[in-house]
């Protein structure tokens, strides 16, 4: 048998000393020329990504496939340089009135300035956040863009953040560690709908929708819809509340919410297609621990870029594709709505299904908005129900089904009992879907920022995390009082309400199928103890 000869421990210090001076002169070795003084340093805005070009005489246009509005016209007009302004990152508090945008997240396909994004992009290339090589190029990769929430066509937002690597002068939080003035000065280059509030001094590591844990919506549920009145609720129409609430109450919790999205979003395909990628600085595609290596936000396009419309479940067949017969189930697949007696192993539901919901409730009492018209005189809006949801996030229309379901239990329409049911793994069900118009991002809430163990100085003008002031509060109030409210009350009166109602009749979860899904549901929580004891002895996967 071989021995390996005792190493002096003298030997292993001085290896680990070398280690040390090499690490510490790396970057000044890699710098000195043969007259002793270190090379000075390339600016970023002369960079072999521009071919040693000026940056003012580049400008890197969108893929081909972009739809033609996104490219960079000849005569834009390129802001005057600032040499104060250096490249940090920072995060944006924004607002908006979501009406006249489809969503927020950048769609290089459909037309320039159709979403929050695009509009956005514009207005810090007019202020001089973003030098021309990075406008308008590699989907905002660039920019190290991310978003703390998406929202779909339609929908507003009080509190969304955008952090991204910007051009701004450091001074600006010397006295404002949320920089107001520069906001205000962003705001101006923006359209009347959408505002910046703040702008924060960020660690580089800082993703808005990484960092982001728990997001808040509010929905405005007009009281018709409901058949309450708006001014004297009688008793059957607070019965019609407490259960319209406890319809909500059967989403709280970490469930799979399979039903209450657009599934094809959300599969194993569509992961492989749209989950996020590594990349550098530059936006080209990266290894895992390299330096400056970030997600991007591949996922969160893929989803949002979906037509506004409601799904439904697969092609009614009586063979799966590969011409084996369709697994045994209950219900009714004509009404895409049934439960699997055995597994459907193409239409399997995963952890990428679940979420978790802290709080989901509506108002005890009606409400109305008053409205201040530019004449001075006030008008109140039709009577609505504010339904708010607190949860760490949330899937592509899941809160508006979530909603509609509620509304169609509180209506008669759906048994109170087949919510459950339709949180359970083999269940497949076609929930309705409520309108979009008066949803709106409404608070977020994120984690401290990671603190940098290797350095002792401590970050000047930063927070701890972000958290807006009162005063910053305040200015989202005002944003919400004059701009949001006035548009959100047309809605409020809006056809599409009475549409919505009336469509609730023709619900797929008849008394019929609901009894029998029900059943197989019980069966399936009485079997659950047998199940998860099988689970810890085989390798097997479930429905």
Known sequence: MKTCARVPSSLYARLALARVERRESRTTRSHIIAGGAPKARKSHRKVDGNGGKDWRDVAHQPDDNAHESHRIPDDVVIPEPDERRKKKPVALLLAYVGAGYKGNTHNAQAVRGTTVDDVVEDALFRWGGILLPNYRSKGLQRLKWSRSSRTDKGVSSLCTVVSLRAEIDPEVWTTDVEARATARDITKHL????????VYNTPKSF???????????EYLLPARVLGL?????????RRRLALFNEALSCFIGSHPFHNYTKRSQYTAKARKDFRPRLRDSRGNAAWRGQDGAVMDDGSEDASEEADDESEEARPTT????????????????????YWLLESDWTDKITQSHFRRIHNFSAGSEVERMTITNEDGSTTQSEPFVRVSVRGESFMLYQIRKMIASAVAVSLGHCPLEFLPASLARPCRAAMPLAPASTLYLYDVEFMNFRVNTESSVEPPNRLTKLEPSEAVREDLARFRRDKLEPALAPAL????????RDN?????????????????????????PIRDADEKTTDGVTV
Not at 207 to 217: G, L, N
């Open 504 to 528: 609730l009749r023709f619900c797929n979860v008849t008394p019929e199928i609901s009894e029998v899904i029900v059943a197989a549901f019980e069966t399936y929580k009485a079997n659950r």
């Open 318 to 337: 009586t063979a799966t594709d590969d011409g084996r017969p369709f697994p045994e189930h209950v219900g009714d697949r004509e009404k895409h709505t």
């Open 191 to 198: 359209p009347d709908d959408v505002e910046c509030f703040a």
């Open 493 to 500: 009166a809006s056809d599409e309400w009475d549409a919505f």
């Open 207 to 217: 993703q808005a929708r990484r960092e982001c844990v728990m997001r808040t919506y």
């Open 229 to 237: 009145d708006g001014d004297a609720m009688d008793e059957s129409g």
